[in-house]
């Protein structure tokens, strides 16, 4: 069991979220950073959907009450702990990221809703942490821990995108523009969406359209001309314009990057981003 005597800011449980749920409406949530909670599960034998803390913005601390391993994950840290029962274990304040990540041998048995451990605190599922909160420790079937690889280009802010679906409403001009604009990430920014500001906003097609079909990582320009990124707790449907959307193996470099920090936007294909995310 674990117990928790200070929680960190906006810390839950996570694991990859309902990703087979959206045709019914439900976001697919989960961690922000599936890179580095997958690496965290590896790095202590766990399979790679395995349900882990995330946390942002301040430290905390947690309290063993059994043996355990843990392993904490995110931009600036990789490190591996073996926790004796009665000892504390001081979470780290992200500070080269907006996440962080712990997994533990054997995952995190909070209770499963609709097939995940998942935190969607807009519609009440899942755990929020809360000081006083005591966890148990699940027991996963685990295998020899492993140290991550290719490690996302988090530093770089090079986030790769695809043409979406209403670029065609898009002046080429507009396009190239929204190509070379040096962005930056919004304050007001969250796990449903990260807004994008530059100094001269982007110039929004007067389109009366329909709501459709939205993914994570789709890139909307309302009427006020500044893109927003759908990010993990995004809606299914939406009715503002798709110019781009980011590519799934570069959602992590975006979750990641703080408010204020630069982004910059580089055109890729649909053949090349089914590479890199295999």
């Known amino acids: 069991m674990i117990s928790v005597p200070q929680a960190p800011a906006y810390c839950t449980i996570q694991d990859l979220g309902w990703r087979h749920l959206r045709s019914a409406g439900m976001p697919v949530s989960g961690v922000m950073d599936p890179w580095a909670s997958a690496a ?3 790095m202590v ?5 395995a349900a882990v803390f995330e946390w942002a913005l301040t430290g905390g ?3 063993f009450e059994c043996d355990a391993v843990v392993a904490i994950c995110g931009p600036g840290i990789e490190v591996t702990h073996g926790m004796h029962a009665g000892e504390e274990l001081v979470l780290p304040r992200p500070t080269a990221g907006r996440f962080l990540y ?4 054997g995952g995190v048995d909070t209770p499963t809703t609709l097939g995940s451990r998942s935190t969607y605190l807009a519609a009440g599922l899942g755990h929020a942490i809360r ?8 027991s996963l079937p685990t295998s020899a821990a492993t140290r991550p690889g290719n490690l996302p280009p988090y530093d770089a802010g090079v986030v790769r995108v695809i043409e979406g679906p209403q670029r065609s409403l898009f002046p080429d001009a507009e396009w190239e523009r929204f190509l070379r604009t040096p962005w930056k990430v919004s304050r007001a ?5 990260y807004r994008l500001e530059c100094e001269g906003a982007l110039k929004a097609p007067a389109a009366d359209l329909l709501s459709e079909p939205a993914c994570v990582g789709a890139i909307q320009v309302p009427p006020d001309g500044m893109p927003i990124v759908l990010m993990a707790d995004g809606p299914t449907v939406g009715g503002y314009p798709k110019i781009a959307a980011v590519i799934t193996a570069d959602l992590p470099i975006l979750a990641q990057r703080l408010p204020g920090a630069a982004v910059q936007l580089q055109v890729t294909t649909v053949a090349e981003a089914q590479a890199l995310i295999r």
């Open 61 to 63: 601390r947690l309290h």
């Open 102 to 105: 712990m997994a533990v041998r």
């Open 40 to 42: 965290a599960n590896r």
């Open 45 to 49: 034998g766990n399979p790679t959907d």
């Open 189 to 193: 920014s969250d796990r449903m969406g």
């Open 131 to 138: 000081t006083g909160d005591r966890l148990p420790i699940g």
